[in-house]
């Protein structure tokens, strides 16, 4: 696709239930990340991965997350049991390169999925 | 804490007007990449300096990284309604200039450009 694609756009969960999040990435791109906004804040860091190989999920704030790409392209970030402070807005970038980010390969962001958990 | 500081939080600015968004670290910048946000939508990159002293423009957008690489400041010229939005820097942790896309952002600044 001309873009990297998120669904759904919003996302409205009770306390307690479980949420799946997917993201499209650019065709081709190997490299691809999920990232959390706050209302207000900077996207931070959740989990990174390259083909298929989840190489970083440092940033994955609880056992609760759980991300995958199982065949190296779309990738699916799971939250189990979502609690009140998961509400945020859920970005995902891919980037061409494996070789890690620079100015000719950048990140490339979705729209993103806002999670609102009642 | 926050790694990455920008100021002002906030900008209101009549069209036509000079701005400047600032972005400071405590620590070296190895990469500094500058995005836009419109609200409720993703993050589209601007620009990319990696060498103390480097500048770049597109357009009527210029990017500096001070010779030390822990300040980066974002230049709009002559403003224009289409240029409102949120402006946000986000930094590489690794030295290098390269890493795998685990980048730091700062809270960003919202842009409001009247008529």
């Known amino acids: 696709g001309a873009g990297v694609s998120q669904s759904p756009r919003y996302k409205v969960a009770k306390r307690g239930q479980d949420v799946a999040l997917r993201c499209d990435p650019i065709?081709?791109?190997?490299?691809l990340f999920w990232y959390q906004q706050a209302l207000g804040q900077g996207p931070e860091f959740l989990t990174y991965f390259q083909n298929e190989a989840q190489l970083d999920k440092s940033g994955l704030p609880s056992d609760r997350f759980f991300a995958e790409r199982p065949e190296g392209s779309v990738s699916t970030l799971k939250i189990q049991r979502t609690q009140q402070e998961d509400s945020a807005v859920y970005l995902c970038?891919?980037?061409?390169?494996?070789?890690?980010?620079?100015?000719?390969?950048?990140?490339?962001f979705g729209n993103g999925t806002r999670l609102t958990v009642t | 804490s926050q790694e990455l500081e920008q100021s002002p939080q906030s900008l209101i600015v009549q069209e036509g007007k000079n701005l400047t968004i600032n972005c400071t670290s405590s620590k070296t910048l190895y990469g500094l990449y500058w995005y836009k946000q419109k609200y409720g939508e993703g993050l589209i990159f601007l620009m990319m300096l990696q060498k103390g002293g480097e500048e770049k423009s597109h357009e009527k957008i210029t990017a500096k990284l001070d010779e030390k690489k822990q300040q980066s400041s974002l230049h709009i010229t002559a403003s224009q309604p289409s240029h409102a939005g949120i402006y946000l820097c986000g930094a590489d942790r690794n030295a290098g200039g390269t890493s795998y896309g685990k980048l730091t952002f700062g809270q960003g600044t919202i842009l409001t450009v009247h008529p």
């Open positions: 065709s081709g791109h190997v490299s």
């Open positions: 970038a891919s980037s061409l390169s494996d070789r890690g980010v620079s100015g000719d390969s950048p990140l490339h």
